[in-house]
């Protein structure tokens, strides 16, 4: 299990570098301000639901990925320009293990922020004048992480196959903007462009208009967290759906490194 | 087995050709000097033989296995110390070394023995962002040591360090070779490889210029001479009957000096030569080559050579020394 081996080094590095604890920090600060900006009016009580959904996700569903971006970017390039990575392979690791371990570990390091940043206000704001639906919590809370991991394994998966640090940070920032504000635009203008299909297409175009929509992962994440606060999480009418919608977060968290790697593995360090 | 068996290797990048139509072997228990001036190509050669830089063309084989095919795994059996690598500054050396245990999957390994072997005792727990380029190299050989490796491959591995280091560096090499291990490794400087190599190819512009024992190498130093003739006037064809002798491995004109390189035996045939050319010879001086200006005479374009113009513009010892030191 060599990319455990490097998935740990990873993590640790991470653990002794200051953003893991200037994240968990940020996590706190977001909830808590969130707490105090939408806190009842006195002797009236508010679910933790709605505060999640109103302040979570905007600016959970903006930030999370952007800062799963910022913080994976760098990890396989910046290895590779500054030499670290001659040591890593230098040991019996291969590039999977590389580009995989680099995936786990910095998905355990930034979930790890997400869930104490997220868990640790929620003790205080029990106590407060909020009434914990403590299955939902946990259920966002891990919902967040899986979506920061998906964006942690683009990111690594991307930084596999970029030629140089620069193009790494270049295509980051125009990954996050497909991903956050455009997707939504432009899938809307192929599904205009594609309302008709022709006969021998085998999908309507509502099945294209699905694909397009779970297919980007922060949709597909936005749309899980409603179902959790709904308490219908594949539960409810739609369970098989939100089931794709899992499953194809899951191929986001293979596939992207796995693409990364298939050119990493052609390149000469 | 060989440990080491490079068979017409070319590596290209883009127009440059960094290593040319290579034939190495390394034999196994072996301790080989690669030697060359810097940008000859030996980092290409050793990135080959961990597949961090694969061939163009040949075949590389490590420890019996094709590198391209045999995966991560044959690394187990090596231990490397990588040129222009760098450490994880936030990681302790100790954290390098369990590091490297963990990967080699070698639990019976002590960090704190192999910190000691290398001198980082006291700088074991702090964060090896803070290293020397000395202490660097010997955190990075530390790593390499782990799990007692068949092989080790050691990129100019001196580089950084102060002449006691590069002592100590020599001392863990040939007490590696006693336990059995091969080692190969690269360096600039003859005089780090001459005291414990077995054996030493020199490169030079991507090929391999000369092979031989450091014993063998030192009796062509004794048995070359260099003879400068200060002459009435001589011209560049003249010489062509001196270069055709036996023995002669140079010459060249400059104003009224002659320089042939030759066997010390040959003198007196290369002096009747000249005379017979019809050159009046007014003085002559001998000058005996030593293993450092045999060693340049491979590399470097200010020599006597018939082939200087092929290797002008290589890298000369003075600013070999100070890249190495960046």
């Not at chain 1, 998905?107 to 640790?120: H, N, P, R």
């Not at chain 1, 990111?155 to 455009?182: D, K, M, N, T």
């Not at chain 2, 005479?297 to 003075?318: F, I, L, M, R």
């Amino acid at each position: 299990m060599s990319w455990l081996v490097v998935a740990r080094k990873d993590f640790e590095d991470s653990i002794r570098s200051r953003w893991l604890i200037g994240l968990t920090a940020f996590f706190v600060f977001v909830i808590s301000a969130a707490a105090y900006i939408l806190r009842p009016q006195e002797g009236a009580e508010i679910s933790t639901n709605f505060l999640l959904e109103t302040a979570g996700n905007f600016v959970v569903g903006t930030l999370v990925p952007l800062i799963a971006l910022v913080v994976a970017y760098n990890a396989v390039i910046g290895e590779r320009e500054s030499g670290s990575l001659k040591l890593l392979l230098s040991l019996p690791h291969s590039r999977a293990d590389v580009v995989f371990g680099k995936v786990a570990g910095r998905s355990a390091a930034l979930s790890t922020a997400i869930i104490v940043g997220f868990v640790l206000p929620a003790i205080i704001l029990a106590v407060g004048p909020f009434t914990l639906d403590i299955g939902a919590y946990l259920g966002y809370t891990l919902l967040v992480a899986l979506l920061a991991s998906v964006y942690v394994a683009i990111a690594v998966g991307w930084s596999a196959a970029a030629p140089s640090q620069r193009i790494a940070l270049g295509g980051a920032i125009g990954l996050y903007f497909l991903f956050v504000p455009f997707w939504e635009s432009i899938s809307f203008r192929v599904q205009l462009a594609i309302q008709e299909l022709p006969e021998w297409v085998p999908l309507s175009s509502e099945t294209v208009g699905t694909a397009l929509f779970l297919g980007n992962p922060s949709s597909a994440y936005s749309w899980l967290t409603s179902a959790v606060f709904a308490g219908e999480f594949i539960t409810g009418e739609a369970a098989r759906l939100q089931l794709s919608a899992v499953l194809l977060l899951l191929f986001w968290l293979l596939a992207a490194p796995l693409a990364g790697l298939l050119l990493f593995e052609r390149r000469d360090l | 087995m060989s440990a080491i068996q490079l068979s017409s290797v070319t590596k290209r990048f883009g127009d440059v050709v960094a290593v040319r139509e290579l034939d190495l072997t390394v034999e196994s228990g072996e301790i080989y000097g690669f030697l060359g001036p810097n940008g000859a190509g030996k980092s290409t050669t050793i990135n080959m033989l961990l597949d961090f830089v694969r061939p163009t063309d040949g075949t590389v084989e490590v420890l019996g296995e094709s590198v391209e095919t045999a995966g991560a795994g044959l690394r187990e059996r090596i231990g490397v110390l990588p040129e222009g690598f760098d450490v994880y500054s936030r990681l302790s050396g100790r954290k390098h070394i369990e590091f490297a245990i963990e990967s080699k999957a070698v639990d019976d390994d002590d960090p704190d023995e192999i910190l000691d072997r290398v001198g980082l005792t006291e700088a074991a727990d702090r964060n090896a962002g803070g290293y020397s380029k000395g202490m660097r190299q010997r955190l990075a050989l530390g790593m390499a040591l782990v799990g007692e490796p068949e092989l080790l491959i050691l990129d100019e591995p001196s580089s950084g360090l102060d002449p006691n280091g590069a002592k100590e560096m020599r001392d863990i090499v040939e007490a590696e070779a006693n336990r059995g291990a091969t080692v190969f490794f690269s360096s600039h400087v003859l005089g780090q490889v001459e005291a414990v190599c077995d054996r030493v190819g020199i490169l030079n512009d991507g090929e391999l210029v000369t092979e031989d024992s450091i014993e063998g190498l030192r009796a062509a130093s004794d048995s070359e001479a260099t003879l400068i003739l200060t002459v009435d006037d001589a011209t560049d064809d003249d010489l062509d009957g001196v270069r055709a002798l036996d023995g002669v491995s140079g010459a060249a004109v400059d104003g009224t000096t002659v320089t042939v390189a030759c066997e010390s035996d040959a003198k007196t045939e290369v002096i009747s030569t000249l005379s017979g050319a019809g050159i009046e010879i007014q003085d002559i001086e001998t000058e005996s080559t030593s293993l450092e200006e045999l060693f340049l005479s491979y590399t470097d374009a200010e020599t006597v050579d018939e082939t200087q113009n092929d290797t002008a513009g290589s890298t000369q010892p003075e600013t070999a020394d100070m890249e190495a030191g960046q």
